[in-house]
């Protein structure tokens, strides 16, 4: 398995603001994955983030939006820019470890 | 259509019995398949993967992947009223990134005692 810590685990955000969410890991991985979960949707997959390069994002999802960094293999982080009612969601930091997908605990985020 | 879809719920069961849980995906090139357990405001976690055609039992749970049908399923026995939580079907397409699921939208599956 893997420990995964996000902060912050929950938010209350106004409109038009923006918030970054950390994620810290237990041990180095190469890629870090951020995903989304709204309200009765799926999880999605939002970017990819390696370590030394640009994160590389689905479609969707736009750098400007969701800008990511990732300074070095255990920490990344994930801005939710310029927020709208629309990005209330559950945002999730994930790693793959043995071929499987571990999770942290997620960002609840509202945004009013 | 979407990649993964899953039957939609609420579920229902007694204690004890057989809860079955469905998904069929679009993708022919799929070669991964997983379900994760969601507890209600937590992250998912892993309870199960199969990556062959037919039936994977562990423990309580056992996985069933038929490729040509395109179709997995999660079967539960004994059901427990600790197994009450929303169960997530997800892919991963061949060629993929690892971390590059696609998930349903989850079945919410309710055990009563």
């Known amino acids: 398995s893997a420990v995964i810590s996000q902060k912050p685990s929950r938010d209350i955000c106004q409109r038009g603001t923006s918030l970054t969410i950390q994620c810290q890991v237990d041990?180095?991985?190469?890629?870090m994955f951020w995903y989304r979960q709204q309200p009765g949707q799926s999880l999605t997959l939002i970017a990819t983030a390696n370590q030394g390069s640009e994160a590389t994002y689905e479609s969707g999802f736009v750098i400007d939006k969701f800008p990511i960094s990732r300074p070095n293999l255990t920490f990344s982080t994930l801005t939710v820019s310029n927020m709208s009612p629309e990005d209330s969601s559950i945002y999730l930091c994930?790693?793959?470890?043995?071929?499987?997908?571990?999770f942290g605990e997620g960002s609840r985020l509202t945004v009013l | 259509q979407k990649e993964v879809e899953q039957n939609s719920g609420p579920l229902s069961v007694p204690e004890g019995a057989i809860a079955s849980l469905n998904c069929t995906y679009s993708?022919?090139?799929?070669?991964?398949f997983f379900w994760y357990r969601q507890y209600s405001g937590k992250s998912p976690e892993l309870i199960m993967s199969?990556?062959?055609?037919g039936d994977k039992e562990d423990g309580r749970f056992t996985a069933q992947l038929n490729k040509a049908s395109q179709y997995v399923s999660l079967l539960i026995r004994d059901s427990q009223p600790s197994d009450s939580a929303t169960y997530l079907c997800a892919v991963r397409k061949r060629g993929s990134t690892l971390g590059r699921l696609y998930f349903g939208r989850g079945t919410q599956l309710t055990v009563w005692p």
């Open positions: 993708d022919r090139v799929s070669q991964s």
């Open positions: 041990s180095q991985v190469t890629m």
């Open positions: 994930s790693v793959e470890r043995t071929g499987e997908l571990f």
């Open positions: 199969i990556y062959s055609n």
